[in-house]
């Protein structure tokens, strides 16, 4: 067997290594083992879209952010596959891979319910009472039984969080059983930690979009260095003071980024010559999804790797069996969300995406994630 971990590295991309990665990070600290089996008090902070190239490239350039991380021990780990928001954070909550919760994309197409579902639209933190539900009405996101554990192995657990997505998650039982707050700006969030550190709080889960949502809009740009510049400085004080009461600060992210050029972000339509195999739209996150009609797949094969060079193919049999989304297996009640096979850019600045119709207003360069690049795949784990 061909090794596809070779390939994938062949071209320039990078294998998700689970065993140092952010889901392996946050299911030692939810259980308690390795450098978290003797700390009694935790700020962690998950900062969305905090690439390590991002981090060095700011950190070498400013220095009141190199005295902040000077006695840091930063360490390169890795993000998972799909390296987007919600595949990533609902792996870090639950303490499961992708390949076993399914949650492959913003929007993935359910077999239940008959139809694509956007995952940002729907509660990440559903109810005990409906994870126990079978069927179409069963709940799309798995329990966040590391959030459990969590709140079970510190007495004082609370989570922070921007309003809105505590908002969308307000009715389940997460919000419910556990201890949290929603803030408003990240200067809310330090006054909350802040806040909930001087009350002595063992354990402080803190996660901030501000830095993922600047490089959608300006892309890896010098805006962004200057927003993220900034959002890192504003923490100088929170990490202070959790140092001085005795926390371990931890700090990650889910993924880096990229930024797409317009030239090199190919639009799939319905009438395109890929089209012609596929037995419904495609979907995905910069690595496409697709799901080819039996007995077309040496055609649509052929047809890809004639016309794509940028892109490699991957069937999706092989990337489950070879451990690209966790795990060698799936359950036969989501398999069809990972489709049969999956388009990955090899360039960086690059990204296949299905529309309907190409947008009309597109800028020349935008940030994102959901590949296998370098930038995107490799994150920092930062202990003070």
Known sequence: MN???????????????????????????????????????????????????????????????????????IRKISSIFPSFTPCVIASLESGVSIAEHGIISGRIPVKERGTYVNVFDTPWWPKESDIKKKGAFSELFPAPNNIYKLSKNYKKFFIVTPEAVWKKNQNTTVVNKINSKAFISLQDMIIQIKKLMRNKSEFIYAYTDIVDHTQHVYANSYETLELTRL??????????????????????????????????????????????????????????????????????????????????????????????????????????????????????????????????????????????????????????
């Open 3 to 73: 090794s596809l971990k070779k390939e994938i590295e062949d071209s320039g991309l990078a294998f998700p290594d689970y065993k140092n990665s952010n889901l392996s990070l946050v299911n030692e600290m939810a259980n308690k083992k390795g450098i978290f089996s003797k700390k009694d008090k935790i700020l962690f902070i998950l900062i969305d879209a905090l690439g390590f190239k991002l981090l060095n490239k700011i950190a070498d350039s400013d220095r009141i952010i190199q005295g902040m991380l000077r006695d840091a021990e």
């Open 231 to 384: 959002a890192l400085r504003d923490l100088q004080g929170v990490i202070a003071e959790a140092e001085k009461l005795g926390y371990l600060v931890v700090i990650t992210a889910d993924h880096g980024q990229v930024s797409l050029s317009k030239k090199n972000i190919l639009w799939v339509k319905p009438n395109s010559n890929l089209m012609r195999y596929a037995s419904m739209p495609p979907w995905g996150s910069r690595a496409m999804f697709m799901s080819i009609m039996p007995g077309m797949f040496e055609k649509f094969e052929a047809l890809f790797e004639k016309k794509y060079a940028d892109y490699l193919l991957i069937k999706s049999d092989e990337a489950i069996k070879q451990g690209l989304f966790g795990k060698s297996s799936v359950q036969d009640s989501i398999r069809n969300r990972f489709g049969t096979h999956i388009a990955i850019p090899k360039r960086s600045d690059g990204g296949m995406f299905f529309s309907f119709s190409e947008p009309k207003n597109k800028i020349n360069i935008l940030g994102h994630h959901g590949g296998l690049n370098k930038e995107e795949m490799e994150i920092p784990l930062i202990l003070l």
